[in-house]
């Protein structure tokens, strides 16, 4: 049974929870009483989608053994998904009163919630901190946690060197100099004659939405609110594009990688591709008009889409350069965005997204429909009519209470998107002014 849970965790690990899942079900009848098998058979369940299952096995494998703190901090994490934050909070609580040390508990909590000076999350946090033998793991998780909770409190000069110690402790590496490289290869190769050129080699399927942009930019927002409409459905990230992109070099003629290989490929590759992409659309609604990938970093792949889907609709997310990339600063993404936790490659690499972002606007046949939080905010429902007559659906007012959408939601802003349209995320980056030169001159901003 230890084999096969470690090949479960190396799954789910590995971004593979169906197969971990598909893994586990034939020992699932003679486990039912083994609360190890139930809290990853459940995790299984839940990474696949299937949250009702997930929260029930997790339920399961805590009523075994309550006082695992590791059960009750992924069972909180899925409630979290779904919206039930009062159940999030305290199977959080309970993970932290059993293992007062846990870090990542701590990090994942300060997402749930505003906090309040008195809270005494507050010099738990502080305590922790102030422990020397944190690993830099811990000391990563615990600094995000601190900078949210401080924020929060507006004790905005502690929040930055919490924030900061966060990133620090991340190690994460970034070359500007390989992304620069990879922006030049796209607008070399994808010009407006070779997308005219293939495009009529795709699928004209209008059921493919794409919202792209930098992450933090309000795309999860709109997908709330056009998801909130019954002929659409809301798919969350997927990798899928992506994916295809570094599956097609195996079908070229010659040698070549992405995006090189898009001219040595045979004709029906690209409505294989596009049928593929369509089906595992339908994966998650049979039913729906138009179905949205909401994975921001599409926009690197936009002349890819307009040759496998010339008739789909891209609606590009923009927000203030400086409260965008702060806000990717203070959030500790799970994997990738390595670019994120130094201020000046934050800099540099919004301004090569500006730059590709130029280019497909171009030599794309129909440009993307551009939407800028800040007028979002502002005019929630004219942007709202105007995004919804950009996807040729019929309007409903349930467009406008996107709150009220019970979909999961698993991105970051699950917990923001469950709340009335408000200005609290407009001109953040003024309480951190002092703090943001080498990202000012990293982007040549000035005001």
Same mark, same amino acid.
């Given at each position: 049974?230890?084999?096969?849970?470690?090949?479960?965790?190396?799954?789910?690990?590995?971004?593979?929870?169906?197969?971990?899942?598909?893994?586990?079900?034939?020992?699932?009848?003679?486990?039912?009483?083994?609360?190890?098998?139930?809290?990853?058979?459940?995790?299984?369940?839940?990474?696949?989608?299937?949250?009702?299952?997930?929260?029930?096995?997790?339920?399961?494998?805590?009523?075994?053994?309550?006082?695992?703190?590791?059960?009750?901090?992924?069972?909180?994490? %899925?409630? !979290? &998904?779904?919206?039930? @934050?009062?159940?999030?909070?305290?199977?959080? +609580?309970?993970? /932290?009163?059993?293992?007062?040390?846990?870090?990542?508990?701590?990090?994942?909590?300060?997402?749930?919630?505003?906090?309040?000076?008195?809270?005494?999350?507050?010099?738990?946090?502080?305590?922790?901190?102030?422990?020397?033998?944190?690993?830099?793991?811990?000391?990563?998780?615990?600094?995000?946690?601190?900078?949210?909770?401080?924020?929060?409190?507006?004790?905005?000069?502690?929040?930055?060197?919490?924030?900061?110690?966060?990133?620090?402790?991340?190690?994460?590496?970034?070359?500007?100099?390989?992304?620069?490289?990879? %922006?030049? !290869? &796209?607008?070399?190769? @994808?010009?407006?004659?070779?997308?005219?050129? +293939?495009?009529? /080699?795709?699928?004209?399927?209008?059921?493919?939405?794409?919202?792209?942009?930098?992450?933090?930019?309000?795309?999860?927002?709109?997908?709330?609110?056009?998801?909130?409409?019954?002929?659409?459905?809301?798919?969350?990230?997927?990798?899928?594009?992506?994916?295809?992109?570094?599956?097609?070099?195996?079908?070229?003629?010659?040698?070549?990688?992405?995006?090189?290989?898009?001219?040595?490929?045979?004709?029906?590759?690209?409505?294989?591709?596009?049928?593929?992409?369509?089906?595992?659309?339908?994966?998650?609604?049979?039913?729906?008009? !138009?179905?949205?990938?909401?994975?921001?970093?599409?926009?690197?792949?936009?002349?890819?889409?307009?040759?496998?889907?010339?008739?789909?609709?891209?609606?590009?997310?923009?927000?203030?350069?400086?409260?965008?990339?702060?806000?990717?600063?203070?959030?500790?993404?799970?994997?990738?965005?390595?670019?994120?936790?130094?201020?000046?490659?934050?800099?540099?690499?919004?301004?090569?997204?500006?730059?590709?972002?130029?280019?497909?606007?171009?030599?794309?046949?129909?440009?993307?429909?551009?939407?800028?939080?800040?007028?979002?905010?502002?005019?929630?429902?004219?942007?709202?009519?105007?995004?919804?007559?950009?996807?040729?659906?019929?309007?409903?007012?349930?467009?406008?209470?996107?709150?009220?959408?019970?979909?999961?939601?698993?991105?970051?802003?699950?917990?923001?998107?469950?709340?009335?349209?408000?200005?609290?995320?407009?001109?953040?980056?003024?309480?951190?002014?002092?703090?943001?030169?080498?990202?000012?001159?990293?982007?040549?901003?000035?005001?």
């Amino acid at each position: 049974m230890a084999d096969l849970i470690m090949e479960a965790i190396k799954l789910l690990r590995a971004n593979q929870a169906k197969k971990a899942e598909d893994l586990m079900k034939p020992y699932y009848p003679s486990n039912v009483n083994n609360p190890q098998f139930m809290h990853f058979y459940g995790l299984a369940a839940s990474h696949s989608g299937d949250y009702p299952s997930g929260i029930e096995r997790i339920k399961k494998a805590i009523a075994l053994n309550p006082r695992v703190a590791e059960y009750h901090h992924n069972l909180a994490a %899925i409630y !979290r &998904l779904v919206g039930e @934050f009062d159940l999030s909070e305290q199977h959080y +609580l309970t993970a /932290l009163s059993l293992k007062p040390d846990y870090a990542e508990a701590y990090f994942n909590y300060s997402a749930t919630r505003k906090f309040t000076s008195d809270d005494p999350l507050v010099s738990l946090v502080e305590q922790q901190i102030s422990r020397p033998d944190l690993s830099d793991e811990d000391r990563c998780f615990l600094g995000f946690a601190a900078g949210k909770i401080y924020n929060d409190i507006k004790d905005y000069d502690k929040a930055f060197a919490a924030y900061e110690n966060g990133n620090h402790f991340r190690h994460s590496e970034f070359s500007i100099d390989l992304f620069r490289k990879e %922006i030049d !290869r &796209l607008i070399s190769v @994808f010009s407006t004659e070779l997308i005219q050129q +293939l495009s009529p /080699l795709g699928i004209s399927s209008e059921v493919p939405v794409f919202i792209v942009g930098m992450p933090r930019t309000g795309t999860t927002l709109v997908e709330q609110i056009l998801s909130s409409h019954p002929e659409v459905h809301g798919a969350g990230e997927l990798p899928d594009i992506s994916s295809i992109a570094g599956t097609l070099k195996k079908y070229a003629t010659t040698e070549s990688d992405f995006p090189e290989c898009i001219i040595n490929l045979p004709q029906n590759v690209f409505a294989g591709m596009g049928d593929a992409y369509l089906s595992r659309l339908r994966s998650f609604d049979d039913a729906a008009i !138009r179905i949205i990938n909401k994975m921001p970093a599409n926009f690197l792949y936009l002349g890819l889409i307009a040759i496998l889907f010339p008739k789909a609709k891209v609606i590009h997310c923009q927000r203030h350069p400086l409260d965008t990339c702060l806000s990717c600063y203070f959030q500790r993404f799970r994997r990738g965005h390595e670019y994120s936790f130094n201020l000046t490659d934050l800099g540099l690499y919004y301004r090569e997204y500006q730059r590709v972002m130029q280019h497909w606007q171009r030599v794309l046949p129909v440009a993307p429909f551009e939407l800028h939080y800040s007028e979002l905010v502002a005019n929630q429902e004219e942007k709202t009519r105007a995004l919804v007559d950009y996807l040729e659906i019929s309007w409903d007012d349930r467009c406008l209470n996107f709150q009220e959408n019970d979909r999961p939601v698993t991105t970051a802003s699950n917990w923001q998107v469950r709340r009335p349209m408000n200005q609290s995320g407009l001109d953040r980056w003024k309480n951190y002014d002092q703090y943001l030169g080498s990202l000012c001159e990293a982007l040549e901003f000035t005001e």
